[in-house]
């Protein structure tokens, strides 16, 4: 059995100490997918909808690229709905809970925040240094 938590956003909150704060951002970045939302967003003009975000992270994970013919490239709609629900069940709003991006349920619209951009400047403590080519 799963213990409850008092509340999800203890979890996600950024505290009021230093330490604090390192712990959420780490624990944000810890994510494969949510470091996938906040560096697709900072990749396109800052906002994205949902379901362009599990595509987008759907390809991602299989390893293979869009073609001229889908954007979907070679995944089942299967994979991107498992993504796509998983993003807006849990990762989303955990990201949004942190204040790292600002979530519209309505228009299923994602946008990254200034929180979110300063999140992605200590990716390196989880991914490690970018290689040069």
């Known amino acids: 059995m799963i ?3 008092s509340s999800p956003d203890s979890l996600t909150a950024f505290g009021e100490t230093r330490a604090d704060a390192v712990d959420t951002a780490m624990d944000l970045l810890a994510d494969r997918r949510r470091r996938a939302v906040l560096e697709y967003l900072e990749q396109t003009d800052g906002s994205a909808p949902l379901t362009e975000l599990a595509v987008e992270i759907a390809n991602q994970e299989a390893g293979v690229e ?3 013919i889908s954007d979907h490239g070679e995944i089942s709609s299967r994979e991107r709905r498992s993504v796509q629900i998983s993003l ?3 990762h989303i ?3 949004a809970a942190a204040d790292a991006v600002d979530y519209d349920s309505d228009a299923k619209l994602v946008t990254l925040t200034e929180r ?3 999140l992605l400047s200590r990716r390196d403590a989880v991914d490690g240094p970018a290689q040069k080519a």
């Open 93 to 95: 709003p955990k990201l």
């Open 116 to 118: 979110g951009q300063s």
């Open 66 to 68: 869009p073609n001229a």
């Open 3 to 5: 213990p409850l938590l």
């Open 88 to 90: 807006h069940h849990t």
